[in-house]
């Protein structure tokens, strides 16, 4: 590896650190999916185990400019959303149109009416690097 390649990347890992540490994001990421209560959600919710494989897909809506879709990628479904905090600092992270990795921590509310599930998300972007449009996906 050449002496610049080294420091090109190195000074990129800094700042991408730094602007994690500002953002005070620490990768792996535990959070919730909001946006569950619909029967579709539900029913893709109903179909999840823990350890399923996710997708984190920034799609901006109207009046929804930092929203963030959480994909199951066995099913090929949308589960629900982030909440919008977590979501804009993401986009402030990674940038617009970003597709970053995930999995099912754990399902919620298996004796209640309404399930959920926890999430834990990390920085990377290996599990559907080769997809470029999701527009295929279901759900939404």
């Not at 620490?26 to 919730?32: E, G, H, I, Q, T």
């Not at 970003?98 to 959920?116: K, L, M, Q, S």
């Amino acid at each position: 590896m050449c002496i610049f390649t080294y420091l090109q990347k190195s000074i990129s890992t800094f700042l991408y650190r730094r602007k994690c540490k500002r953002l005070n994001l620490a990768f792996p990421l535990f959070c919730k999916v909001h946006g569950v209560k619909n029967a579709d959600r539900q029913g893709a919710i109903t179909q999840s185990q823990s350890g399923d494989r996710l997708q984190l897909v920034h799609v901006p809506k109207e009046n929804y400019p930092h929203n963030v879709f959480v994909y199951s990628i066995p099913l090929n479904r949308v589960l629900g959303y982030l909440d919008k905090r977590l979501s804009e600092k993401l986009v402030k992270l990674f940038k617009k149109g970003f597709c970053i990795d995930g999995v099912i921590e754990n399902i919620t509310g298996e004796n209640h009416a309404v399930r959920g599930c926890n999430l834990r998300v990390f920085d990377t972007c290996t599990m559907m690097s080769e997809v470029q449009d999701f527009s295929h996906l279901r759900g939404e």
